[in-house]
């Protein structure tokens, strides 16, 4: 739901039509069932639905994030699990969204900058009474090379001092370009990653936030 036109979750879902989130945005009162809300999506290699956003402009005013939050919460009554890929969190609209979030996960690149960034924005939600979102985070560090540095080795020794829990994405090709994303066609370590990261989130959406699905 990012306002650009671009922020490649389409590359990665693969596109069916034109129909975007936008779209969503325009007619969310006629969003009354889980139909409605798959007249705008896309399906993926794997069968996930995705409300992506714009690749081009096309003239219309991208969403606000007040009509993207409303979009949300709608999606969240009508189906079982959503998934909300946010910007990064350098605004308190960001933060509230976490904030409603039963599995909240950060994700950062295998760099010392990218971790403790991650950390450093934890700190902060934790020192601005976000201390429960930061309680059940999960932190997902992707690596960027076959390589890790030793550096970067010790810092993620570090931080898992101060996150509850870590899954270490490898290095793999297969989620290095900007194409649509088949799980099954991955490294057999990748995969095993990725159920860890999934297993972890399931974990935390047994007990949904009071008056809603988890989200």
Request: glycine share 6%; net charge positive.
């Amino acid at each position: 739901m990012n306002p650009v036109p671009w922020g490649g979750l389409a590359d990665r879902i693969g596109r069916q039509s034109t129909a975007t989130v936008w779209d969503t945005v325009r007619d969310l009162n006629s969003l009354t069932s889980a139909e409605e809300i798959q007249r705008w999506t896309q399906r993926g290699p794997t069968g996930l639905l995705a409300l992506a956003g714009e690749t081009e402009g096309q003239g219309r005013r991208p969403p606000q994030h007040d009509e993207a939050a409303a979009v949300v919460e709608v999606v969240r009554r009508l189906v079982a699990v959503t998934v909300c890929d946010v910007m990064p969190a350098l605004i308190t609209g960001v933060w509230r969204t976490l904030h409603t979030a039963q599995a909240p996960v950060i994700v950062a690149r295998a760099s010392t900058d990218s971790i403790r960034h991650s950390l450093r924005l934890l700190a902060h939600l934790r020192a601005a009474g976000y201390g429960p979102v930061a309680d059940r985070a999960v932190l997902a560090v992707s690596a960027t090379s076959p390589r890790i540095a030793r550096e970067v080795r010790a810092v993620l020794k570090q931080a898992r001092s101060a996150v509850p829990t870590i899954v270490s994405i490898p290095f793999d090709v297969g989620l290095s370009v900007p194409e649509p994303i088949d799980v099954r066609r991955l490294r057999k370590q990748t995969r095993h990653a990725l159920v860890h990261l999934a297993e972890q989130v399931l974990l935390r959406c047994i007990a949904p936030v009071a008056g809603g699905r988890p989200a």
